[in-house]
């Protein structure tokens, strides 16, 4: 049976066994003004037969055959069939989180071999087993300067994707930390002179990314420079991992936090996905998650082990470094088996692609009467470009042809009104980019 729904007597059963006379009682703890008294309103009662044709209404609702020019930190990029298959496998596909020691060799060998693949692309010793997200990672990637600087003044590029910084904000709340922003120059990229001024001796980490969330792409050169001159560390975040397979890695970085959602990870309506974070391998011990390792048994057999955990259930308490209970260990797996099908050559060709195929859309919008490019720095595949009307109003018309358009910057950055970032990847044909820039030029001669 599908569906195990308890009767009275069970659940009088279950009750009893705890100690507890009712379902009142139970739940006594919950205050009376946070406990729902009706019913839910959901239609039904429905048989199995009626709940599965409901859903398959619900899901004939979603919009399908939409052409999307909407990136911002969440990519869609080709997948192949033998990605899923694999993961769907029943030695993978568990809802055990696998972090103890007893983890089987396959498990720790894909996780060793999601590391080396992390550590290819972003220059660095070693890489973690993945962390929630590129957000996530971000702000234990500070965490980590913290700890190994001794130092509580973080100075972020304010060209960092918003969501994670607001995430590291959230986590600054209780920890100490004081979060400082830094500018981004009339080029989209971080105003060197302005990190200059506000770099001192009690700075922990310097926070940047790459491309950042304008799309432009950042010198790490300077950035280090400044950062390491005062004793600070340079994060870098990598929110579209597709690039790594064009630029060079940020060897400059002390710690790098990557989001490994475009390997082989779908949109999906935001998740999960999977964070990493990569190092020098003097600053390991206080690399939060766990690292498999590579080894070899008595027989002189390839083996693999949990080489480092530090979390509570492992370490003593005060020298955890991890604050995250689980990882995206399914996911993780769904990037090692993309980036293995792909392969060096692979990943470079889809990189070329993204890059082309942007360049393409930014000359056909440029075409366009009033549409000006806002930033002039190199870009990967995402732009950003202003329009003579509000974004908003031109995505509300691209809607109507099917399109899903830009994202509207005037929301997470005021000063941008009316600017739009544009993401083009490599599954978007030419026709449909001539499309999109022929229904952003129909969308802007509609009448006011």
């Given at each position: 049976m599908r569906y195990l729904p308890k009767s009275p007597v069970e659940r009088q059963e279950m009750l009893a066994a705890i100690g507890a006379k009712s379902i009142d009682e139970l739940f006594s703890t919950i205050p009376e003004k946070y406990r729902l008294r009706e019913?839910?309103?959901?239609?039904?009662?429905y048989s199995e037969a009626e709940v599965i044709q409901y859903f398959k209404q619900r899901a004939a609702e979603n919009a399908a055959g939409y052409a999307s020019f909407l990136g911002a930190g969440v990519y869609n990029h080709l997948r192949s069939v033998v990605t899923d298959t694999i993961i769907q496998r029943g030695e993978f596909l568990t809802s055990y989180t696998p972090y103890q020691a007893e983890i089987s060799q396959g498990t720790l060998q894909a996780i060793f071999e999601f590391q080396t693949l992390m550590c290819q692309l972003t220059g660095q010793d070693v890489a973690n087993a993945s962390m929630y997200d590129g957000s996530t990672a971000a702000t234990e990637a500070v965490l980590m300067a913290e700890r190994l600087t001794g130092r509580q003044r973080v100075l972020v590029a304010r060209s960092v994707h918003p969501e994670y910084r607001d995430v590291l904000k959230t986590y600054a709340k209780n920890s100490g930390l004081r979060i400082e922003e830094i500018p981004f120059a009339t080029s989209g990229t971080v105003d060197v002179k302005a990190l200059q001024g506000a770099l001192k001796d009690d700075v922990a980490a310097v926070v940047a990314q790459s491309p950042n969330f304008f799309g432009a792409i950042e010198s790490y050169a300077p950035l280090a420079e400044a950062a390491h001159a005062v004793g600070a560390m340079l994060v870098v975040a990598i929110a579209e991992g597709v690039s790594l397979g064009l630029l060079r890695p940020p060897v400059e970085a002390d710690i790098v936090a990557l989001e490994a959602q475009s390997f082989g990870l779908p949109p999906s309506y935001g998740g999960p996905f999977a964070g990493v974070i990569a190092a020098g391998e003097r600053y390991v011990r206080q690399m939060p998650g766990r690292l498999a390792g590579q080894t070899t048994d008595f027989a002189g057999h390839r083996g693999?082990?949990?080489?480092?955990?530090?979390?509570?259930?492992?370490?003593?308490?005060?020298?955890?470094?991890?604050?995250?209970?689980?990882?995206?260990?399914?996911?993780?797996?769904?990037?090692?088996?993309?980036?293995?099908?792909?392969?060096?050559?692979?990943?470079?060709?889809?990189?070329?692609?993204?890059?082309?195929?942007?360049?393409?859309?930014?000359?056909?919008?440029?075409?366009?009467?009033?549409?000006?490019?806002?930033f002039d720095a190199p870009f990967f595949n995402e732009f950003t470009v202003a329009l003579p009307r509000s974004v908003k109003i031109v995505n509300s018309h691209l809607l109507r042809e099917k399109i899903v358009g830009p994202l509207a910057l005037g929301t997470p950055y005021p000063e941008l009104t009316k600017h739009a970032l544009v993401c083009v990847t490599e599954t978007m044909p030419r026709g449909e980019i001539e499309r999109f820039a022929g229904a952003v030029k129909r969308a802007l001669e509609q009448p006011v």
């Open positions: 019913a839910l309103k959901i239609p039904g009662p693999f082990v949990l080489t480092l955990a530090t979390r509570e259930q492992h370490i003593r308490r005060e020298k955890a470094t991890s604050n995250i209970c689980t990882n995206q260990a399914l996911c993780a797996l769904a990037a090692t088996v993309h980036l293995t099908l792909l392969g060096k050559e692979g990943l470079r060709e889809m990189a070329e692609q993204n890059l082309s195929k942007a360049q393409f859309a930014l000359a056909e919008l440029l075409k366009i009467p009033g549409v000006r490019r806002t």
